[in-house]
């Protein structure tokens, strides 16, 4: 094993919260903390690993440094393609990094020799971020935060949210994803780790025993999962008040096995990427390293009861970080007090690495699946051709290359690498005068070197090593076509039988040259073909500025064009006629508000607005003919709504005032609609204006949001060239908005922005069917709804099931109480859910509706273990399966089905 500390991998002594080694295994990135920022940098392999290289001062050390990150970096991972550089800080950002070019530029503080640009940054945690992941085949980034929650992001479509995991109850503070690719693995401070599937990003199991007596002392918990996916090592377990790594098997989840021997806490453990033989090759094991807070270092083989190297007093601080290469052999160790160290080991010490055949077989054997495509390169994977004729056709195509290849004449070629570089040699040396007249009048003529700008590099960055740094600055990687859709010359333009590939899309727009028009003078006065064509590959500054051009002629050329008039459009006919408007209600000497108990007692708060009262408008708040508050009015009050928390008033000039209904104290600054009010209602907490132009708004008061954001309901109101009238408004204590159009109620649905129809007149004219249970509280709302759309009945159980013998009434029956049960969990009312679920599984059961009854059912069915966990709106999913079943064990046809229910319980 070889050790090595490199003293130049610092800033300052400031803490390295992170490391991460690239896949190609040229450079690894490490994140911090700045003097005044967060630190992500990107440092050069080839010092570490070569004396020599270390030694001589033109092979750069650092690469580039990174200092966009307002907070401290606490986590860098690449992404197993080696494009992207993921970093997550104390400012609740997650960055994406790609490399724009590979060449020298100064910036404050000093020289990058690559540059790298953020090209996403993804917002959605509140506080500081402790970890991010890629998963193994690169559909997912996972971030972890100490808001308690997780976030997938969509890694082929950033910065999509795939969803927000927020079962955790303390920091969350790692992640691992499952290398088969159906599980993520959290530990958070809540003294748990917890097992989500990716197919639902669900919670599979908890596991809290290992855990229930660690303090939340450590600043990071880095999980790792085994190669083979059968283990989990987890960070900062106690076994007999003694610190480990805990040991999570597989399918059942369970804990007995720990890794003993640090003296505090560990906080981050790494499985290395593969699996290795003996020198029999018959078993194969693991290896895992540990860091831990006793600045010590441990290595194990899964073979061994021992570690195979500890190293105590690695560092002078907290480990904080582990990285292996991607061959296996190289380890990478930061601390918090701001250096690394580099481990190298030997196959005889580790043992000959399992083959990426030999693993994908252990994955089949035991998954019945390969493993997710880590690391893997879709161009040269292995194609099975299965087709005699095709396998001919290759095999022609394979002679005709290698006859190609061995008729080329050696002159030839190099003929072409002398074109080539002959053609670099002449772009460097182009040169361009500059004219400056002196205080004198005399003229001083100053020759500037032009350099063509570097384009930005579509793929992963080739390795630092292959370039030197004083002949190669300014290389370009992968050149793109030029800014502004202009057409690429390929160098094969010259072969028609040749086609070129189509050009790869542009990540990075260009920098743009210091004096651009110098720049389109070069290429444009060249007059080599050659020349030319490399001038177009490289020179962006040229097309760009044709793009420029093309943009200004574009908007001249329409500024110019005559204004001559235009015919109507039919659709500006109908947009005309379709304008919705609703009447606005007239202004009233006096408006006459309750906001207390309801009821004009000697205990009721009353709210009186009078208008225009001796000039003024004036509202003030009476008890007992008192008055205990009042405030003026700009203008004339036209709606106004209040309760015991909050006083609303909408006035003529759209202005809207919001008052405490028991001090009247101003809640909220004036702002005004961009609508006259036609409408307005307050309950609770929450407030509902209905304007004319048929949208609606809501407030939260409490938290001074925006629940439902002008959501538009003029579609409903439309009747040809006639608009319908509203024929009541209400707001649920949640905040749903209601309103009633012809015989219809709607809510808002606002993860949807659809209004939902909650009821209608037509249900009960129809299938004639009731609610079923007169018990239920009025005061429910879905049932509140419906009894003011006079939908409600007082019908029995068993009058409500006799009306449904008529077979040509099931489907109709069957869609209202579906209805019933989606619109009572859209209302979020969990007794009308529970009570309109029990209906639905009792009629299925009479009707003996066995398909859907196993669907509806199967809902309400948990993981082994899980009993009590499921819930659904607040109720115990198993809580309402048990109760479904003592409904089925009624009906013997379906005793099958009742077994296989009751057997999922238990």
């Known amino acids: ?275 290795f033989v003996k020198k029999d090759g018959v078993d194969h094991h693991g290896c895992i390293a540990l860091g831990s807070r006793d600045r010590s270092l441990s290595v194990w083989l899964t073979n061994l009861k021992r570690p195979l190297v500890v190293l105590h007093d690695l560092f002078t601080d907290s480990i904080l970080d582990l990285s292996w290469s991607k061959d296996g052999y190289e380890l990478i160790v930061c601390s918090t007090d701001g250096s690394v160290a580099y481990l190298k080991f030997t196959a005889k010490e580790l043992g000959a690495k399992v083959s990426e055949q030999a693993l994908d077989e252990i994955f089949m054997a035991t998954y019945g699946s390969q493993r997710a495509a880590k690391n893997r390169n879709a161009n040269t994977s292995t194609i099975l051709i299965e087709d005699p004729t095709m396998l001919k056709l290759v095999d022609q195509q394979e002679t005709v290359v290698k006859g190609a290849m061995t008729s080329t004449p050696l002159k030839k070629t190099l003929n072409k690498s002398l074109e080539m570089v002959s053609t670099t040699a002449a772009i460097a040396s182009i040169t361009k005068q500059i004219e400056t007249k002196t205080s004198d009048g005399r003229r001083r003529i100053t020759p500037v070197t032009l350099t063509t700008q570097p384009s930005s590099v579509s793929g992963a960055p080739l390795p630092f090593t292959s370039f030197s740094p004083k002949q190669n600055k300014g290389v370009i990687m992968d050149p793109s076509p030029p800014a502004g859709g202009g057409k690429k010359p390929s160098p094969q333009s010259n072969n028609p039988s040749i086609k070129s590939p189509p050009p790869k899309p542009m990540r990075f727009e260009p920098l743009s040259p210091i004096n651009e028009p110098k720049q389109t003078e070069v290429a444009e006065s060249s007059k080599s073909g050659t020349l030319k064509r490399t001038l177009d590959t490289v020179a962006i500054p040229k097309a760009k500025k044709l793009k420029l051009k093309r943009s200004k002629v574009s908007t001249t050329v329409e500024a110019s064009k005559p204004s001559t008039p235009q015919k109507p459009s039919s659709l500006s006919s109908i947009a005309k006629h379709s304008q919705v408007s609703l009447p606005v209600p007239d202004v009233e000497g006096v408006l006459t508000l309750v906001v207390s108990n309801g009821l004009q007692d000697k205990d009721s708060m009353v709210v009186q607005i009078n208008n225009n009262a001796s000039s003024k408008n004036i509202i003030k708040c009476l008890k007992n003919d008192a008055i205990i508050w009042s405030n003026g009015l700009p203008t004339a009050a036209v709606v106004a709504g209040g309760n015991s928390v909050v006083t609303c008033v909408v006035c003529s000039d759209k202005s809207v005032h919001m008052y405490s209904s028991q001090s009247g104290r101003l809640l909220l600054p004036t702002f005004h609609l961009s609508s006259p009010p036609h409408a307005l209602k307050v309950e609770s907490s929450f407030v509902l204006v209905i304007c004319s132009n048929a949208t609606a708004t ?209």
């Open 698 to 906: 809501v407030w939260d008061v409490d938290s001074f949001k925006a629940t439902v954001r002008e959501a538009s309901f003029s579609h409903l109101v439309q009747d040809g060239k006639k608009n319908l009238p509203l024929e009541s408004v209400d707001l649920t204590a949640t905040g749903v908005p209601a309103i009633s159009i012809k015989g219809t109620t709607y809510v808002y649905h606002n993860d949807m922005c659809v209004w939902l129809e909650a009821c209608t007149r037509m249900e009960t004219s129809e299938i004639h069917l009731s609610d079923s249970v007169v018990s239920l509280d009025y005061t429910l709302p879905l049932r509140t709804l419906q009894k003011s759309s006079g939908l409600t009945r007082t019908d029995t159980v068993g009058q409500m099931l006799s009306s449904l013998r008529n077979p040509s009434s099931v489907a109709g029956s069957l869609s209202y109480l579906e209805a019933q049960v989606s619109r009572s969990y859209l209302m979020q009312s969990p007794l009308e859910y529970s009570h309109w679920s029990t209906t639905y599984v009792r009629y299925l059961v009479r009707e003996e509706q066995e398909l859907r009854l196993r669907e509806f059912c199967g809902q309400f069915t948990t993981p082994s273990g899980q009993e009590g966990k499921g819930q659904v709106l607040g109720l115990t999913k198993h809580s309402l399966l048990r109760n479904f079943l003592s409904i089925i064990a009624g009906n013997a046809r379906l005793q099958r089905l009742y077994a296989e229910l009751r057997d999922s319980l238990e």
């Open 1 to 275: 094993m070889k050790l090595l500390k490199p003293e130049w991998v610092c800033r300052e002594g400031r803490p390295i919260f992170s490391v991460h080694l690239h896949p190609d295994g040229s450079r690894f990135a490490t994140g911090g903390q700045g003097q005044d920022c967060g630190l992500v940098n990107i440092w050069n392999m080839a010092p570490i690993r070569n004396e020599i290289d270390e030694a001589n001062e033109n092979v750069p050390k650092c690469l580039c440094e990174m200092t966009n990150h307002l907070g401290c970096v606490n986590s860098v991972r690449w992404s197993c393609d080696g494009k992207s550089l993921a970093s997550g800080g104390d400012d609740a950002l997650v960055m994406i990094w790609q490399i724009k070019y590979q060449g020298s530029s100064t910036s404050f503080g000093g020289t990058n020799h690559e540059q790298w640009g953020c090209v996403n940054m993804l917002r959605g945690h509140s506080g500081d971020i402790l970890g991010v992941a890629w998963s193994h085949d690169q559909k997912y980034l996972a971030s972890c935060s100490v808001d308690n929650t997780i976030i997938i992001w969509n890694a082929k479509d950033l910065p999509q949210k795939v969803t927000l995991i927020t079962g955790h109850e303390g920091l969350v503070k790692g992640l691992s994803w499952d290398p088969v690719g159906k599980y993520m693995a959290s530990q958070s401070d809540d003294h748990s780790v917890r097992i989500w599937r990716t197919n639902d990003w669900k919670e599979v199991k908890q596991i809290r025993e290992p855990f229930k007596k660690c303090g939340g002392t450590t600043h990071v918990l880095r999980l790792s999962w085994s190669p083979d996916g059968k283990f989990i090592v987890t960070a900062h377990a106690l076994n007999n008040d003694g610190p480990t790594a805990q040991i999570i098997e597989r399918g059942d989840w369970k804990t007995g096995i720990d890794f003993v021997g640090h003296r505090k806490a560990v906080e981050v453990v790494s499985f290395n990427p593969h699996l």
